[in-house]
């Protein structure tokens, strides 16, 4: 089964071929980061306006890249939430379009689910049962999966995204949009051990989360350095500070939920999973205690139409398929989803 997938719940395009029995074909993103940037952040309606110019044309190259043709396409999977809704609409009139106008089904994917089966997409695939650490701009949650669809909420921020922590403390270090990224980039010009930040909930049982504290103390601690002679180095030390501490208090809960509930895998998925330092520390968490983890490729943590594909291809390959009406939903709980296999 050949299917497109449509990606277009925040401020990157993205669009893929995903062969059930081939694997992934090809795929096409386009960022909106040139389109925010002068803004400090994504604006929702400049958001939906571009995902409209581009959808069309990305889809038509993507089938050039493929050496597909669009009659070859069995099915189309859009992302139907959670999201901002301009940007879910526009992906998914597209993909309902496009699905009707070729007389094929079409079916919503749930944006995080996508995300959380990404590590699964190529390579070697995790086997079930796996923890699950899901880390974006929007969502911070750890789960527990026994199979595709079923997941089992261990624990979830209280408050502030990892990514929006990153991307707010980012602000306030004056380093623009996107964020996280250029944060992970200054802290690695960092003279290490000069700040310590806490390390939120790790003090008390449980799997939650809280990271708007953290935002608090960069900015106290920013205050602090502005008269410092070298405040560029100042300034990466902060950076450095506040990602050790979300690392670290990424690894303690991830350790503890391998511990809690006896499993060996641990995968991790979303933006943030694209941090050098996250991904070092927990591979290394994980061989202490004889575990795996598995991460997609860095470009498939982010935002990307394949996630999108390989979610959809695997409800679409359980019978799952929705009715014509365009529909989008910019809230959507994760465990109001059907377990499929
Ligand atoms: O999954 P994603 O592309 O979009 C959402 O669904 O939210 O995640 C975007 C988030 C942003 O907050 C961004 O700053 C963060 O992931 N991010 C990073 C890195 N790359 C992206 N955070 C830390 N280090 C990175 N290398
Ligand atoms: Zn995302």
């Known amino acids: 089964m050949l299917v497109l997938g449509i990606e277009s719940s925040c ?3 993205g669009v893929a071929l995903y062969h059930s029995e081939q694997g992934l074909l090809a795929h096409v993103l386009h960022s909106q980061v040139e389109v925010h940037a002068e803004y400090g952040g994504v604006v929702p309606e400049l958001a939906s306006r571009d995902h409209i110019r581009f959808l069309i044309p990305l889809v038509n190259q993507l ?5 597909c043709q669009r009659s070859e396409i069995d099915a189309v999977a859009y992302t139907a939430g959670p999201g901002l809704i301009g940007a879910l609409m526009s992906g998914a009139a597209v993909a309902r379009s496009l699905a009707w106008a070729l007389g094929v089904p079409a079916v919503e994917v749930h944006h995080m689910e996508g995300h959380l089966l990404a590590p699964m997409l190529e390579g070697e695939v995790p086997k079930l049962p796996f923890i699950a650490l899901l880390v974006s701009g929007g969502h911070t949650l750890l789960a527990e999966v026994e199979r595709v669809g079923d997941y089992r909420l ?6 502030d995204a990892a990514g929006e922590a990153f991307d707010k403390t980012a602000k306030l270090l004056e380093l623009g949009y996107p964020g996280g990224p250029a944060l992970a980039k200054l802290a690695q010009q960092c003279t290490p051990g000069r700040f310590r930040f806490p390390r939120p909930m790790t003090d008390r049982p449980g799997l939650d989360f809280s990271f708007s504290g953290l935002k608090t103390f960069a900015l106290n601690t920013i205050q602090s350095i502005q008269s410092d002679p070298d405040l560029e180095q100042s300034k990466a030390d902060v950076a450095c500070a506040f990602e050790e501490a979300v690392v670290d208090t990424l690894v303690i809960k991830c350790r503890r939920a391998l511990q809690q509930t006896g499993c060996s895998r641990l995968i991790v998925s979303g933006g943030v999973g694209a941090n050098r330092r996250l991904r070092d520390e927990l591979r ?3 061989e202490e205690r004889g575990a795996r983890v598995y991460y997609p490729r860095i470009e498939f943590c982010t935002d ?3 996630m999108i594909a390989y979610a959809g291809c695997q409800r679409l390959l359980a019978g799952e398929r929705q009715p014509l009406d365009i529909d989008a939903r910019a809230r959507w709980p994760m465990d109001a989803l059907a377990a499929i296999r």
């Open 11 to 13: 401020d990157e395009t």
């Open 63 to 67: 089938l050039e890249n493929s050496g």
């Open 154 to 159: 261990l624990g979830q921020s209280v408050d």
């Open 284 to 286: 290394a968490m994980a």
């Open 304 to 306: 990307n139409g394949a």
